[in-house]
């Protein structure tokens, strides 16, 4: 009888080309994968993977059970998903994904309440801005700033939050220092083009960009004076150390959307940690649109 288990195995080798990035997406050391992929070639009495140079190819036996493994694998999906859905404790984990500064800028204060409030929670915050696939249950919950709504994916379940500005910032004391008409430089995060603005405000921006990793590299670049640099208005707000660019408007960067996939929103822990979320993303509106308080 072939185990599931093995499946996923063959499942990651397959998508990531490697055993290493599979390994690392399953948690689990280098040896475990191949031992798993030996079981399941053993157990089919068939080779399932080719060893390149440049990683593991897919034969045609390989081939042939790619399709039926994704089958098992949504079959799995579901089956946890309806079980899920039917849990009505309030115990047990609560997996939450969100783009990093949401949480270290944003929310965190509010989780800490949440847990206070229900302990018997196990919340595990997923701080990332790469997308987690909540069909498949590597989230239970999502909180994604949507630029376009027909882009949400019909299978999930979206509750519209509060819309999100970004302003122009740079340091107090850089702007103090500058010179007249002096350009100052574009702080941006790696993979992103340099804003599509020739001035920010008051202030001429000079064409060689400064580059970071991350957003939180970007923010502390902009509090050292290395140059300006297009942030959310919660967290540029938020910096005493800097201050919003002379003349620059604030842009609309989008809509927050709280994410749920359809059986897993019947938990109780979701349905809590969902209408209390809610209600906070409400009290941050103001900060997130980059109103000044009580504006």
């Known amino acids: 009888m072939i185990e599931w288990d093995d499946v996923r195995y063959f499942l990651a080798v397959a998508r990531g080309g490697s055993v290493r990035t599979a390994a690392a997406r399953l948690r689990v050391n280098h040896s475990t994968v191949l031992r798993r992929i030996a079981q399941l070639e ?29 089958q098992m694998e949504a079959s799995s999906h579901r089956l946890e998903t309806r079980i899920f859905g039917r849990d009505q404790g309030v115990r047990g984990v609560l997996r939450v994904t969100m783009a990093p500064t949401l949480a270290t800028h944003l929310l965190m204060p509010d989780f800490a309440e949440f847990a206070r409030l229900h302990p018997e ?18 989230a239970d919950i999502a909180l994604r700033v949507v630029h376009d709504r027909t882009t949400l994916p019909p299978n999930l379940h979206g509750l519209k939050g509060p819309e999100l500005f970004d302003g122009v910032y740079l340091s107090r004391d850089r702007l103090a220092a500058r010179d007249a008409g002096e350009a100052v430089r574009w702080i941006v995060k790696n993979g992103a083009a340099m804003p599509d603005l020739a001035r920010a405000g008051d202030i001429r921006a000079a064409g060689v960009p400064f580059r970071t990793t991350d957003a939180g590299a970007q923010i502390v670049a902009a509090r050292q004076g290395l140059g300006m640099a297009v942030l959310p208005c919660f967290v540029g707000d938020a910096e005493p150390l800097l201050v919003r660019a002379p003349g620059a408007a604030l842009h609309r960067h989008g809509t927050l959307w709280l994410l749920t996939q359809g059986e897993t929103r019947k938990t109780k822990r979701v349905r809590l940690f969902t209408a209390f979320i809610a209600r906070r993303l409400a009290a941050h509106a103001s900060r997130l649109a980059g109103m000044p308080p009580g504006g």
């Open 42 to 70: 053993a157990r089919l009495g068939a080779q399932m993977f080719e060893k390149l140079p440049s990683g593991y190819r897919l034969t045609e036996a390989g081939q042939d059970i790619l399709e039926f493994a994704a």
């Open 121 to 138: 929670v196990e919340m595990e915050i997923l701080s990332s801005d790469a997308p987690v696939n909540l069909t498949n249950r590597e």
